[in-house]
């Protein structure tokens, strides 16, 4: 299968900070990629859909402002989170869908500690 | 909208034993439907997928998973479930013709136990 590489695994800052989180397609081109939110033992919640040299598109209730997503090659889409807070700990998963085929492929997750 | 709906938190089962995890759904068109798994602190892993034909779908790690559409049930399957199964398990849904958005279930967490 495709393979997506989400980096880095675990970070660790303190609040008020901001955080990138990356997310690469290694072996295909995704024109759309998606990060998704999970809480503890609770399933994924889908933050916003990174669309290839466009704006993102947030999921309601979603603040543009503190994850800010920037999909800026075929290969790439970045997540950040601006000004961090303790709320803002999670573990946030990428995804991205091969053209052609209806599964999605993960990245591996980055686990965020905000202090 | 849709949604999916998982009805189980946790199943447990004996290794060796068949082992079922039950997903719905509710959608308006023809569903497209996945499971996937997720090992503690790793992301989610494709395991199989109902898009159209056989009702019954085969994936891998020996799982399976049957299509109902008059149950609108897509529950997952496996003849003999081992301790390496133990994991949280994800039912999702993606309507055909609607765009690339996945809902997923809320989860089930496997315990196979020797």
């Known amino acids: 299968g495709a393979v997506v590489s989400q980096h880095p695994s675990r970070v660790i800052c303190k609040s008020g900070t901001s955080v990138k989180i990356e997310c690469r397609s290694l072996?295909?081109?995704?024109?759309?990629m998606f990060w998704y939110r999970q809480f503890p033992k609770k399933s994924l919640m889908l933050m916003a859909t990174s669309n290839e040299g466009s704006k993102a598109t947030y999921e309601q209730g979603v603040e543009k402002d503190k994850f800010l997503i920037n999909h800026a090659s075929l290969t790439l889409s970045t997540l950040t989170v601006t000004s961090a807070h303790p709320e803002d700990s999670s573990f946030y998963i990428c995804s991205a869908r091969v053209a052609g085929i209806g599964e999605l492929f993960f990245g591996e997750g980055s686990r965020l500690t905000v202090l | 909208a849709q949604s999916v709906a998982q009805p189980e938190d946790q199943v447990n089962v004996a290794e060796g034993n068949p082992l079922t995890v039950k997903c719905t759904y509710s959608v308006s068109g023809n569903p497209y439907l996945f499971w996937y798994v997720q090992y503690p602190n790793r992301g989610l892993q494709f395991l199989l997928k109902y898009i159209t034909g056989d009702n019954l779908v085969k994936g891998s790690y020996g799982f399976e998973a049957e299509f109902n559409k008059s149950q609108t049930s897509f529950h997952l399957k496996k003849p003999s479930a081992l301790v390496s199964d133990s994991a949280l398990y994800f039912c999702?849904?993606?309507?055909?013709?609607?765009?690339?958005?996945?809902?997923f279930g809320t989860g089930t967490q496997l315990k196979v136990e020797l």
């Open positions: 072996d295909f081109q995704a024109t759309t």
């Open positions: 999702a849904v993606r309507v055909t013709g609607g765009g690339n958005k996945l809902t």
